[in-house]
């Protein structure tokens, strides 16, 4: 199994900062790397494909980068609604995998 | 507008065999590159995925699971069907399908349902 790693696994910031979240593949996956956000109790919400694509619908402060190993997700000013647990996944080889997300958290 | 919700037990007990069921709508898995998969939160914990069935029957399981794991669908209801035999009170999570297009992952999610395993 390709294994992901996320760093940093929480983030501290506040409204307006700009964030950004580190995925590390255990392989080489080209772009095949998809961000999620989750909020409490609510099912992860697609916010990026083949690793800086938008999903449609999903705002321009988003922004994905990498390919390969090395892949991040930025956010910028954030407001109080992008407080949530962040989770890169693969989608080149089967089985698909996670990232143990990253909780971003208002300072 | 694609939608998927998830149903099925909320209270199991060790060994016995789950069985969810996924009803979508807004699309076809008669559709060329469509898939539907499962993925599984336990409390507190990451995402795990465990399955997809395409268009065309393919069929894929997460290897720590495949032996407990069956994916089928019905086109002409627009369901996936995802059976766990076995299962243990380490199964205890929120079960979430979501719907899948190659090279654009998943995309929409269901609200997802919470099973759990408890004797």
């Known amino acids: 199994d390709i294994q992901m790693t996320q760093f940093p696994s929480s983030l501290s910031a506040s409204v307006g900062d700009r964030v950004t979240i580190t995925c590390r593949a255990s392989?080489?996956?080209?772009?095949?790397l998809a961000w999620f956000q989750q909020k409490p109790g609510k099912a992860p919400k697609a916010l990026i494909y083949?690793?800086?694509s938008l999903q449609s619908g999903v705002p321009s402060k988003f922004s994905g980068s990498g390919s390969g190993t090395d892949f991040t997700l930025t956010i910028s000013n954030l407001l109080p609604e992008d407080f949530a647990t962040y989770y890169c996944?693969?989608?080149?080889?089967?089985?698909?995998?996670f990232g143990q997300g990253t909780k971003l958290e208002i300072k | 507008q694609i939608t998927l919700k998830e149903s099925g037990p909320t209270l199991m007990k060790p060994t016995q065999t789950l069985t969810l069921t996924c009803t979508f709508s807004?699309?076809?898995?008669?559709?060329?590159?469509?898939?539907v998969a499962w993925i599984r939160q336990p409390p507190g914990k990451a995402l795990e995925w465990l399955a997809v069935?395409?268009?065309?029957?393919?069929?894929r399981y997460s290897p720590s699971l495949n032996s407990r794991l069956t994916i089928t669908k019905d086109t002409s209801k627009s369901q996936v069907v995802l059976t766990m035999t076995n299962m243990d009170p380490v199964d205890t999570a929120t079960y979430y399908c979501?719907?899948?297009?190659?090279?654009?992952?998943?995309?929409?999610w269901g609200p997802g349902t919470t099973v759990t395993v408890s004797s």
């Open positions: 979501a719907h899948l297009v190659y090279y654009y992952g998943m995309d929409v």
């Open positions: 807004g699309f076809s898995l008669s559709t060329s590159r469509v898939g």
């Open positions: 069935i395409y268009w065309d029957d393919d069929k």
């Open positions: 392989q080489g996956i080209s772009n095949f």
């Open positions: 083949a690793a800086s």
């Open positions: 996944q693969q989608y080149d080889s089967y089985p698909y995998t």
